[in-house]
Protein backbone atom coordinates (compact mmCIF):
# COMPACT_ATOMS: atom_id res chain seq x y z
CA UNK A 1 0.00 0.00 0.00
CA UNK A 2 1.56 3.40 -1.06
CA UNK A 3 1.39 5.82 2.40
CA UNK A 4 2.67 9.57 2.45
CA UNK A 5 0.31 10.05 -0.60
CA UNK A 6 0.57 13.66 -1.98
CA UNK A 7 -2.39 14.44 -4.57
CA UNK A 8 -1.96 17.27 -6.91
CA UNK A 9 -5.18 16.77 -9.13
CA UNK A 10 -6.86 19.90 -9.20
CA UNK A 11 -8.83 19.32 -12.46
CA UNK A 12 -10.84 16.59 -14.18
CA UNK A 13 -9.55 15.28 -17.47
CA UNK A 14 -6.14 14.27 -15.66
CA UNK A 15 -5.20 13.42 -12.29
CA UNK A 16 -1.47 12.55 -10.55
CA UNK A 17 -0.95 11.37 -6.93
CA UNK A 18 2.44 10.60 -5.86
CA UNK A 19 3.51 8.74 -2.99
CA UNK A 20 6.71 6.68 -1.69
CA UNK A 21 8.77 8.29 -4.65
CA UNK A 22 6.36 7.11 -7.42
CA UNK A 23 4.04 8.91 -9.44
CA UNK A 24 0.98 8.19 -11.30
CA UNK A 25 -0.48 9.93 -14.04
CA UNK A 26 -4.30 9.03 -14.59
CA UNK A 27 -6.01 10.05 -17.78
CA UNK A 28 -9.90 10.61 -17.06
CA UNK A 29 -11.83 10.99 -20.04
CA UNK A 30 -13.46 7.54 -19.83
CA UNK A 31 -16.53 9.23 -21.68
CA UNK A 32 -14.25 10.20 -24.56
CA UNK A 33 -12.27 6.99 -24.04
CA UNK A 34 -9.90 8.94 -22.63
CA UNK A 35 -9.10 10.68 -25.97
CA UNK A 36 -7.03 13.85 -25.56
CA UNK A 37 -8.33 17.60 -26.02
CA UNK A 38 -5.92 20.65 -26.27
CA UNK A 39 -6.28 20.83 -22.36
CA UNK A 40 -5.36 17.07 -21.51
CA UNK A 41 -2.15 17.64 -23.61
CA UNK A 42 -1.15 20.32 -21.27
CA UNK A 43 -2.20 18.53 -17.98
CA UNK A 44 0.06 15.83 -19.18
CA UNK A 45 2.97 17.65 -20.07
CA UNK A 46 2.55 19.34 -16.24
CA UNK A 47 2.77 16.75 -14.55
CA UNK A 48 5.67 15.23 -16.30
CA UNK A 49 7.72 18.60 -16.06
CA UNK A 50 6.76 18.92 -12.48
CA UNK A 51 7.00 15.49 -10.86
CA UNK A 52 9.46 14.93 -7.86
CA UNK A 53 8.76 11.20 -8.41
CA UNK A 54 11.85 8.63 -9.57
CA UNK A 55 9.07 6.40 -11.56
CA UNK A 56 6.15 7.29 -13.64
CA UNK A 57 3.38 5.65 -14.20
CA UNK A 58 1.04 6.57 -16.86
CA UNK A 59 -2.73 4.87 -16.58
CA UNK A 60 -5.99 5.79 -17.21
CA UNK A 61 -10.09 5.23 -16.26
CA UNK A 62 -11.26 2.28 -18.09
CA UNK A 63 -12.60 0.70 -20.55
CA UNK A 64 -9.22 2.63 -22.44
CA UNK A 65 -5.90 3.56 -22.16
CA UNK A 66 -6.03 6.28 -24.86
CA UNK A 67 -7.68 6.52 -28.17
CA UNK A 68 -6.19 9.29 -29.47
CA UNK A 69 -7.05 12.85 -30.49
CA UNK A 70 -9.98 14.34 -29.63
CA UNK A 71 -10.83 14.02 -32.96
CA UNK A 72 -13.76 16.97 -33.20
CA UNK A 73 -11.62 19.49 -31.40
CA UNK A 74 -8.26 18.57 -32.39
CA UNK A 75 -9.16 17.23 -35.87
CA UNK A 76 -12.16 19.87 -35.99
CA UNK A 77 -13.88 17.37 -37.69
CA UNK A 78 -11.96 17.32 -40.69
CA UNK A 79 -12.94 20.93 -41.73
CA UNK A 80 -10.87 23.18 -39.21
CA UNK A 81 -7.22 21.34 -39.14
CA UNK A 82 -4.52 22.61 -36.61
CA UNK A 83 -2.95 25.60 -37.46
CA UNK A 84 0.80 23.89 -37.64
CA UNK A 85 1.76 26.58 -40.18
CA UNK A 86 1.82 29.92 -37.63
CA UNK A 87 4.57 28.23 -35.81
CA UNK A 88 7.97 26.84 -36.04
CA UNK A 89 8.14 23.29 -36.77
CA UNK A 90 9.26 21.69 -33.29
CA UNK A 91 8.68 18.56 -31.13
CA UNK A 92 5.32 18.90 -29.61
CA UNK A 93 5.41 20.24 -25.91
CA UNK A 94 3.98 16.86 -24.39
CA UNK A 95 6.19 14.50 -26.54
CA UNK A 96 9.09 16.54 -25.12
CA UNK A 97 8.12 16.52 -21.58
CA UNK A 98 7.80 12.61 -21.87
CA UNK A 99 11.19 11.94 -24.29
CA UNK A 100 13.45 14.00 -22.04
CA UNK A 101 12.59 13.41 -18.34
CA UNK A 102 15.12 11.31 -16.58
CA UNK A 103 12.70 9.56 -14.70
CA UNK A 104 11.82 5.54 -15.71
CA UNK A 105 8.17 5.73 -16.94
CA UNK A 106 6.07 2.52 -17.16
CA UNK A 107 2.84 2.76 -19.40
CA UNK A 108 -0.03 0.60 -17.34
CA UNK A 109 -1.93 -0.09 -20.68
CA UNK A 110 -5.41 -1.08 -19.37
CA UNK A 111 -7.50 -0.97 -22.78
CA UNK A 112 -6.97 0.25 -26.35
CA UNK A 113 -4.20 2.55 -26.80
CA UNK A 114 -4.30 3.79 -30.74
CA UNK A 115 -3.58 7.21 -32.87
CA UNK A 116 -1.76 9.15 -30.19
CA UNK A 117 -2.83 7.04 -27.55
CA UNK A 118 0.05 4.16 -28.49
CA UNK A 119 2.19 6.87 -29.03
CA UNK A 120 1.81 7.83 -25.15
CA UNK A 121 2.94 3.87 -24.55
CA UNK A 122 5.87 4.04 -26.82
CA UNK A 123 7.27 7.32 -24.86
CA UNK A 124 7.15 5.29 -22.35
CA UNK A 125 10.24 3.23 -21.26
CA UNK A 126 8.34 -0.31 -20.27
CA UNK A 127 4.72 -1.46 -20.83
CA UNK A 128 2.36 -3.49 -18.92
CA UNK A 129 -0.67 -4.45 -20.88
CA UNK A 130 -3.62 -5.44 -19.84
CA UNK A 131 -5.06 -8.71 -21.54
CA UNK A 132 -7.99 -6.15 -22.78
CA UNK A 133 -4.97 -4.07 -24.29
CA UNK A 134 -5.13 -3.30 -28.20
CA UNK A 135 -2.68 -1.15 -30.08
CA UNK A 136 -2.62 1.23 -33.33
CA UNK A 137 -1.01 3.03 -35.56
CA UNK A 138 -4.43 4.95 -36.74
CA UNK A 139 -2.34 8.04 -38.33
CA UNK A 140 -2.38 6.73 -41.93
CA UNK A 141 -5.89 6.17 -41.91
CA UNK A 142 -6.57 9.83 -41.10
CA UNK A 143 -4.36 11.17 -44.09
CA UNK A 144 -1.32 12.04 -41.30
CA UNK A 145 2.36 10.57 -40.13
CA UNK A 146 2.64 9.54 -36.85
CA UNK A 147 4.02 11.36 -33.93
CA UNK A 148 7.89 10.71 -33.16
CA UNK A 149 7.63 7.84 -31.16
CA UNK A 150 6.04 5.66 -34.00
CA UNK A 151 9.03 6.45 -36.16
CA UNK A 152 11.88 6.89 -33.68
CA UNK A 153 10.77 4.16 -31.23
CA UNK A 154 8.53 1.54 -32.39
CA UNK A 155 10.98 0.01 -35.24
CA UNK A 156 13.46 -0.64 -32.71
CA UNK A 157 11.04 -2.33 -30.33
CA UNK A 158 8.86 -5.39 -32.71
CA UNK A 159 11.80 -4.62 -36.10
CA UNK A 160 11.64 -2.62 -38.87
CA UNK A 161 9.54 -4.33 -41.16
CA UNK A 162 6.73 -4.78 -38.54
CA UNK A 163 6.77 -1.23 -37.40
CA UNK A 164 6.09 -0.93 -41.43
CA UNK A 165 3.43 -3.08 -41.49
CA UNK A 166 1.94 -1.68 -38.44
CA UNK A 167 2.52 1.84 -39.84
CA UNK A 168 1.12 1.61 -43.08
CA UNK A 169 -1.91 -0.60 -42.59
CA UNK A 170 -2.87 1.05 -39.54
CA UNK A 171 -4.06 -2.16 -37.78
CA UNK A 172 -4.92 -3.49 -34.78
CA UNK A 173 -3.19 -5.61 -32.88
CA UNK A 174 -4.21 -7.40 -29.32
CA UNK A 175 -2.37 -7.18 -26.23
CA UNK A 176 -1.13 -10.92 -26.85
CA UNK A 177 0.25 -10.10 -30.20
CA UNK A 178 1.64 -7.00 -28.85
CA UNK A 179 3.74 -9.45 -26.24
CA UNK A 180 4.48 -12.00 -29.00
CA UNK A 181 6.68 -8.95 -31.20
CA UNK A 182 7.97 -7.39 -28.44
CA UNK A 183 5.86 -4.30 -28.28
CA UNK A 184 5.20 -4.59 -24.37
CA UNK A 185 7.07 -6.45 -22.43
CA UNK A 186 4.12 -8.19 -20.11
CA UNK A 187 0.74 -9.05 -20.27
CA UNK A 188 -1.31 -9.85 -17.38
CA UNK A 189 -5.01 -10.09 -15.94
CA UNK A 190 -6.44 -6.71 -16.22
CA UNK A 191 -7.04 -6.54 -12.59
CA UNK A 192 -3.47 -7.69 -11.87
CA UNK A 193 -2.57 -4.55 -14.37
CA UNK A 194 -2.14 -1.62 -11.78
CA UNK A 195 -0.54 -4.22 -8.84
CA UNK A 196 2.18 -5.40 -11.40
CA UNK A 197 3.09 -1.73 -12.84
CA UNK A 198 3.14 -0.27 -9.21
CA UNK A 199 5.61 -3.52 -7.92
CA UNK A 200 7.99 -2.82 -11.15
CA UNK A 201 8.10 0.96 -10.25
CA UNK A 202 8.71 0.54 -6.84
CA UNK A 203 11.93 -2.13 -7.33
CA UNK A 204 13.03 1.19 -9.86
CA UNK A 205 12.29 3.57 -7.55
CA UNK A 206 14.18 1.78 -4.59
CA UNK A 207 17.47 1.92 -6.54
CA UNK A 208 19.96 5.05 -6.16
CA UNK A 209 17.98 7.76 -8.00
CA UNK A 210 20.80 9.20 -9.56
CA UNK A 211 22.11 5.85 -10.79
CA UNK A 212 18.89 4.96 -12.50
CA UNK A 213 18.77 8.49 -14.12
CA UNK A 214 21.94 8.31 -15.78
CA UNK A 215 20.70 4.80 -16.84
CA UNK A 216 18.34 6.73 -19.05
CA UNK A 217 20.15 9.27 -20.18
CA UNK A 218 22.44 7.33 -20.86
CA UNK A 219 20.12 4.74 -23.00
CA UNK A 220 18.67 8.58 -24.59
CA UNK A 221 22.04 8.97 -25.85
CA UNK A 222 22.90 5.45 -26.88
CA UNK A 223 19.53 3.93 -28.85
CA UNK A 224 17.30 7.03 -29.49
CA UNK A 225 17.27 9.40 -32.65
CA UNK A 226 17.71 13.54 -32.18
CA UNK A 227 13.82 13.75 -31.21
CA UNK A 228 14.39 17.71 -31.73
CA UNK A 229 15.25 17.07 -35.30
CA UNK A 230 12.47 14.63 -35.91
CA UNK A 231 9.67 16.60 -34.06
CA UNK A 232 10.47 19.19 -37.08
CA UNK A 233 10.15 16.73 -39.54
CA UNK A 234 6.67 15.40 -38.07
CA UNK A 235 5.59 18.43 -37.69
CA UNK A 236 6.39 19.91 -40.71
CA UNK A 237 4.48 17.53 -42.89
CA UNK A 238 1.65 17.33 -40.53
CA UNK A 239 0.95 21.24 -41.34
CA UNK A 240 1.24 20.01 -45.29
CA UNK A 241 -1.41 16.85 -44.60
CA UNK A 242 -4.01 18.68 -42.35
CA UNK A 243 -4.54 20.70 -45.46
CA UNK A 244 -4.97 17.65 -47.24
CA UNK A 245 -8.52 15.87 -49.32
CA UNK A 246 -7.53 12.64 -48.18
CA UNK A 247 -7.12 13.93 -44.24
CA UNK A 248 -10.45 15.70 -44.14
CA UNK A 249 -12.02 12.60 -45.71
CA UNK A 250 -9.87 10.34 -43.04
CA UNK A 251 -11.85 12.09 -40.55
CA UNK A 252 -15.19 12.52 -41.60
CA UNK A 253 -15.56 9.37 -42.61
CA UNK A 254 -14.89 8.16 -39.35
CA UNK A 255 -17.46 10.00 -37.87
CA UNK A 256 -19.79 9.14 -40.01
CA UNK A 257 -19.02 5.26 -39.90
CA UNK A 258 -18.68 4.35 -43.42
CA UNK A 259 -16.14 3.69 -45.58
CA UNK A 260 -12.93 6.06 -46.77
CA UNK A 261 -12.55 7.05 -50.45
CA UNK A 262 -9.12 8.19 -50.91
CA UNK A 263 -8.37 10.14 -53.80
CA UNK A 264 -4.44 10.96 -53.19
CA UNK A 265 -5.47 14.89 -52.87
Known sequence: MMSERRDTSMHDELTYEEADHIGVITIDRPEARNALAWS?????????????ARCLVITATDPAF???????QIMGGG???????SRAPRLTPAADALLHTDIPVIAAINGAAVGWGMELALFADLRVASERAKFGELFVLRGLVTDVAGIGRLASLVGREKAAELLFTGEIIDAAEALRIGLVSRMVPHEELMPTA????????????????????????AVDPDWNELGIWVSTNLARLFKTDDHREGVKSFLEKRAPRYTGS
Do not use: H
Request: hydrophobic share 35%; proline share 8%.
Open 198 to 221: MALATRIAGNPPLAVQSLKSGLRT
Open 66 to 72: CSGDDVK
Open 40 to 52: TYDKLEAAVRTST
Open 79 to 85: DRPPDLE
